[in-house]
């Protein structure tokens, strides 16, 4: 059996409701369902990889294919990542060694 994912999955892989204003992995309508503890209603309380530089949360995305924008390119060390914390996808920096 093959495993759907957001957006072709209308409905949550753990009580079998349709989505509604959030998704969670791609397969939850919830932290409950996904078995995840909500993130922090404070930013900076968030780890890292869920919040920018100055603080603020980042900008989520239910799936990759979501985010359209011009500065993601091959040259880029832009990309997008699923966070940990939210269960959602992020735009970030790509990690380099420093020389």
Do not use: N
């Not at 072709?8 to 009580?15: F, H, I, S």
């Not at 959030?22 to 078995?35: D, M, N, Q, T």
């Not at 980042?58 to 979501?66: H, L, S, T």
């Amino acid at each position: 059996m093959t495993c759907w994912f957001y957006p072709e999955r209308t409905r949550c892989l753990g009580c079998r409701r349709y989505f509604g204003f959030i998704v969670i992995k791609r397969l939850y309508c919830s932290y409950k369902c996904a078995g995840m503890e909500p993130p922090a209603f404070d930013p900076a309380q968030r780890p890292r990889c869920c919040r920018t530089r100055v603080g603020e949360a980042k900008r989520a995305y239910f799936y990759p294919e979501e985010v359209v924008t011009p500065e993601l390119d091959v040259e880029s060390d832009l990309h997008v990542y699923p966070c940990d914390c939210c269960g959602m996808y992020h735009i970030g920096h790509t990690t380099r060694s420093r020389v």
